[in-house]
């Protein structure tokens, strides 16, 4: 059917609701409204009364604020407006949400669109598979999970259109929808990434089962079960927007694990298993029409490095770069068909959880260092000749938990109380949301800003010890604070700043740094501040958690006996494993276990204010002032805001943890020449460490937080302004 008419459409809300600005839309004869369409391999939109290409310079929009789950769904409206405009300034010309949000979201996006000048700000509306179910089933033909998924669906178009009252159900978006967002909708990205386990087992249940064709997409002959089931639920999607006489383009979520490409590289079978293929689907009565998108990381699965395939194309700067070689190969695989990148990026955290090619870690990255990342990946997605490329994620989201780091975060139901950077999925946010002394404390080796602090929110450590004057401690959401005031200018050149800390009975109460000297009570773990490489965090070796999970559980790794007795003497690095231990048959060769040292503490400035601003900074001396910020997590701790730190018990297969009373801190310094130790007394002495005072403080369950733009958000600001919104191709 032709397209013959300009309209202007209006979002035809209820008389009490406000009328945005037309919306310059195509109509067919049969009256259906078209604003973005694919042609080609492109997606076009109706602009100045023509069609011309679009590129969508994308973020993707989380729902989460911290000391709350997204199925709470905190943002209010002025959240929301505040967000819209830092975004339309950043370069962002398209929201994607990953299910639905409150009423207010869609308000929001189209009070502000009322107001913008210029283009509108537009979004694309995700639809949340039943994943649990999926997961736990693996038969995406069950009746619940079909039933289950249509009503999402169904949901969904109603709260787009503005046309839905939904009920109150645990961890999913209600209220009455009136806001009619549909003119500013991109397209539909329907369901979530899928386990292939899920779908391997779905196409073997249902080789015979036959699915009626839709009425606008329908599976091909060369479509699996699984991949009929997809066109199903998208065409369902079609059916219930057809209602408003609105179309738009369709695509699915998939990720690189279920793609159609074949990596011969890549050693663990899971991740090469089964595909999931765009092309498989096609659509029969759909104008807007449909294209493929993907969520595209440059560090996993693990044949982005090892895949010798994608060894063969070279970055700008003569450098292989196998992410540059996927894109090439996957735009390539989907001929006559527009590509999206939906989910790309690195977080700027401490930790980190994978390895990737050209130093793109899953982590590990200061804010600038992750603009510069994320950059780089946009302007390669861009000169691919995709179709868009959207930015994970705007905001960061305290409640996230990754592989490495989530056995050891206990109770889990209180992540959303804390921040831990050592968990990387929590801080790929551009937006930063930090812990709440973010904006009072800067360690700088400037002790100013602690006599700005009320009293009760600081202590003073009574500890009398020679070269210490004074200590200070203080904490937040995020971190431990300590600032020491010694009785000479702090030199690392010529010795060495240790902080013992005790959180529990046991430890090391002997050790080399410690010389010839005995404790009354062991440390758990050991602050150690010199030298740029030997300044870090380190544990106690029957107390650690790397070597207790992938060597005594997992038997990755030989523990030597001695690290496994109590007070051995020995603190290891303060590890984070980076990729577990593969080996035949769950994969095609053998890798050892790899890990990261994650308690390496950098020297620097906190201040975002300076220009020579670290994210990852820890620590700072300027004459006899040394300042710091230490992780929970690397003095032992599961939940701070329960006070709970990690047992020393050691039964069964999941950790345990403990209560803990406060924090001592013991600190001595050593002299490098010399080697003597300097505050513990004569050798022979025993320490009374448990006559030390304990840095206390009460459990929370309100959360305090400093929003603010990263480093990266300006960097990214200026790749996206370099990028035509309507300049596709190479």
């Known amino acids: 059917m032709g397209l013959l008419a300009v309209v202007v459409a209006s979002a035809g809300f209820l ?39 679009f590129f969508a310079k994308g973020m993707n929009l989380g729902a989460s604020l911290p000391g709350h789950y997204p199925g709470e769904l905190p943002m209010t409206k002025e959240d929301y407006m505040r967000w819209f405009s830092m975004m339309d300034e950043m370069g962002v ?99 979530t990434e899928w386990d292939p386990l899920m779908v391997q087992k ?59 490409l074949s990596h011969p590289g890549e050693p663990i079978l899971q991740e090469d298993l089964v595909s999931v293929d765009p092309t498989h689907i096609q659509a029969t009565n759909w104008q807007a029409g449909y294209f493929a998108s993907y969520h595209v990381y440059p560090y996993y699965p693990d044949f982005f490095r090892y895949d010798k395939t994608l060894q063969t194309v070279k970055s700008k700067n003569g450098q292989i770069d196998t992410y540059k070689a996927y894109l090439q190969k996957l ?59 959207i930015l994970f994620v705007w905001q960061d989201e305290w409640f996230k938990k990754t592989w490495n780091t989530m056995k050891y975060e206990l109770p889990e139901d209180r992540r959303a109380f804390w921040i831990n950077v050592l968990t990387n999925e929590s801080l790929f946010g551009v937006l930063g949301m930090y812990p709440g002394k973010e904006d009072e404390l800067a360690i700088d080796g400037d002790a100013s800003d602690w006599d700005k602090l009320k009293p009760e929110e600081k202590q003073r450590l009574d500890i009398q010890m020679p070269g210490v004057k004074e200590m200070w401690m203080t904490h937040d959401e995020g971190y431990v604070y300590i600032m020491t005031k010694l009785d000479h200018a702090f030199n690392p050149a010529a010795e060495t700043l240790y902080l013992g800390v005790d959180t529990l009975p046991g430890g090391n109460r002997h050790a080399a740094e410690l010389g010839g000297h005995t404790l009354d009570e062991g440390l758990d773990t050991l602050i150690e501040l010199g030298n740029d490489k030997e300044s870090g965090v380190r544990i106690a070796s029957n107390y650690d958690f790397f070597t207790r999970l992938y060597g005594k559980r997992y038997r990755m790794v030989q523990v030597p006996l001695q690290e496994q007795q109590d007070n051995s003497g020995i603190f290891n690095p303060w590890k984070l494993a980076v990729g577990l231990e593969m080996e035949p048959p769950d994969s095609k060769t053998y890798h050892p276990l790899e890990a990261v040292n994650a308690g390496q503490l950098v020297r ?12 990852l900074t820890a620590w700072q001396a300027k004459g006899d002032t040394v300042e710091m ?6 003095l032992g701790f599961t939940d701070p805001s329960s ?67 990263k480093q990266s958000f300006g960097i990214m600001q200026k790749a996206l302004g370099e990028i035509s919104p309507t300049q596709t191709k190479k």
Do not use: C
């Not at 309100?702 to 733009?709: A, D, L, P, S, T």
């Open 604 to 615: 620097g400035t906190s201040n975002p204010n300076d220009p020579a601003y670290n994210s």
């Open 15 to 53: 008389t009490w609701y406000w009328q945005p600005p037309p919306v310059e839309s195509m109509q067919t004869t049969d009256g259906v409204k078209l604003k973005f369409r694919t042609q080609g391999d492109q997606i076009e939109i109706y602009q100045n009364q023509k069609w011309q290409p």
């Open 93 to 191: 010309n398209v929201i994607r949400i990953y299910t639905i949000h409150s009423p207010v979201f869609y308000e929001a996006l189209v009070d502000f669109n009322r107001k913008k000048q210029g283009e509108p700000l537009y979004f694309m509306q995700g639809i949340w598979s039943p994943e649990e179910k999926l997961a736990e089933k693996k038969d995406a033909y069950l009746p619940e999970i079909r039933q289950e998924f249509h009503q999402e669906i169904a949901d969904a178009v109603g709260a787009v259109y503005g046309k839905i009252t939904i009920p109150e159900k645990p961890g999913k978006a209600s209220g009455t929808y009136r806001a009619n967002a549909g003119p500013y909708l991109l397209g539909w990205h329907t369901g």
């Open 643 to 709: 006070l709970q730190v990690m047992s020393y018990q050691d039964a069964g297969k999941a950790f345990r943890s403990e209560t803990t009373k406060g924090i001592r801190l013991l600190p001595w310094i050593v002299e490098r020449k010399s080697k003597s130790v300097i505050g513990l007394g004569p050798d022979t002495a025993v320490v009374p460490v448990s006559k030390l005072p304990r840095y206390t403080w009460q459990p929370w369950e309100q959360v305090n937080y400093v929003e603010r733009k």
């Open 629 to 634: 910020r230490i992780p929970w997590m690397l």
């Open 202 to 260: 779905t196409n073997k249940l249902h080789q015979k089962d036959a699915l009626p064709p839709g009425t606008h997409f329908q599976g091909t002959k060369q479509a699996t079960p699984f991949e009929k089931w997809l066109a199903e639920m998208v065409d369902d999607v079609a059916t219930q927007e057809s209602k408003y006489n609105w179309q738009h383009p369709m695509t699915f979520t998939n990720w690189v694990t279920t793609d159609p």
């Open 331 to 389: 735009k390539a695989y989907h001929k006559n068909m527009p590509v999206m990148v939906t989910e790309f990026g690195v977080p700027a955290s401490w930790g980190t959880a994978h390895l990737g090619n050209l130093g793109r870690d899953q982590g590990g990255h200061s804010e600038k260092e992750q603009g510069q990342i994320d950059a780089d990946l946009l302007k390669e997605i861009h000169e691919e000749g995709y179709a868009g490329a």
